[in-house]
């Protein structure tokens, strides 16, 4: 099954949120203990089948074991829209898998090229062996 | 887990549509806002075109001035009015006018058929006098003021009815000359109840006992 072609919502003005479906960037990403570790930046889409595939986020600063990130960069990982869960009342992405103290081990994001290396690596450290 | 869709965005409307919407829009808004209230109208047609009734502008014996006394069938030269003058009823008449159609054209009276077709009778009668007609009678706007009068009191005042028949029955038996002594205190007597009634209806209807 060939890779989906993944492009940034925000670069294809010709797309916007289905109607009836929440925007979540901007909304806080919580880990599985409820505390906060960072913020939906992007999505990053498919526009052939049209749906939302991985969260860009941008993580807090000063989280224990990650690296400080150079002055006006930050660090930045995805979360396959899979592995997390929506809660639209509370604008908050919780991920279950991923705590505060955890994120450190998660792979960073740092350009927009999602080798297959990458990808297996997020699902090794989200706990699940098989490749998506 | 979630999931989340994307959708292609629908195509906005020109701008140039909305821009042309907003125009029409307030295009109709002017025409309703600035035009002419129909009230207006006849309340100033006459009221301007009687102004010079009470003073003659034509010359005396002149052809016109013989033409404006308007004998009816069988009346005499020594019946007429004097030339060179205006006949009281007819200046009283004029001067009924305006207030007569600003009746008629009032809010709660002017949708009513019958008056409307009234007013107009009594528009055309009085236009004509105002206008000097040779061939205008008195007679027409005498009882087309009693018939509006008449429509106007079956519309909204009940309790009028008698007046108002009275005045129709009245007008019916004027002559429509008013150059002798007689015929001129007729008139004016007929005109006097006109303002009369007239007044009366200028009230709203639960105004009156």
Aim: proline share 11%.
């Amino acid at each position: 099954m060939p890779s989906p072609v993944l492009r940034r919502l925000r670069d294809l003005p010709t797309f916007e949120m289905a109607t009836g479906d929440p925007d979540p960037r901007g909304w806080t990403v919580r880990g599985g203990d409820g505390q906060a570790f960072g913020t939906v930046l992007e999505l990053l889409v498919d526009p052939e089948s049209q749906r939302v595939l991985y969260l860009n986020v941008e993580l807090a600063r000063g989280l224990p074991g990650v690296p400080t990130p150079a002055p006006h960069a930050e660090t930045q990982i995805l979360l396959p829209l899979e592995a997390v869960n929506l809660d639209t009342e509370g604008n908050s992405v919780f991920v279950t898998a991923l705590r505060r103290d955890t994120v450190s081990t998660y792979p960073t994001f740092v350009d927009f090229i999602l080798p297959t290396e990458f990808e297996d690596a997020m699902q090794r450290a989200l706990g699940n062996n098989a490749s998506a | 887990m979630a999931e989340l869709r994307i959708q292609p965005k629908k195509p906005a409307p020109s701008p140039w549509l909305l821009v042309a919407l907003a125009v029409l829009v307030l295009a109709v808004a002017a025409y309703f806002y600035l035009r002419p209230e129909p009230a207006d109208e006849p309340a100033t047609t006459p009221a301007t075109t009687a102004a010079p009734a009470p003073t003659d502008t034509l010359a005396p014996n002149s052809p016109a001035a013989d033409a404006r006394a308007t004998p009816p069938p069988g009346d005499s030269l020594e019946t007429s009015p004097p030339l060179g003058s205006a006949s009281p009823a007819r200046v009283r008449l004029l001067e009924l006018a305006p207030q007569l159609t600003q009746l008629a054209d009032r809010a709660d009276l002017r949708d009513d058929a019958a008056i409307r077709e009234q007013r107009d009778n009594f528009t055309s009668a009085t236009s004509r006098l105002a206008d000097n007609d040779p061939a205008a009678s008195l007679r027409p706007g005498l009882v087309a003021a009693a018939s509006l009068l008449l429509a106007v009191q079956q519309k909204g005042y009940p309790n009028l009815e008698a007046e108002a028949s009275t005045l129709l029955q009245q007008a019916n038996q004027l002559s429509g000359r008013d150059a002798t002594t007689a015929e001129q205190a007729q008139n004016s007597a007929y005109l006097a109840q006109v303002a009369t009634l007239l007044n009366t209806l200028s009230y709203p209807a639960k105004d009156i006992l």
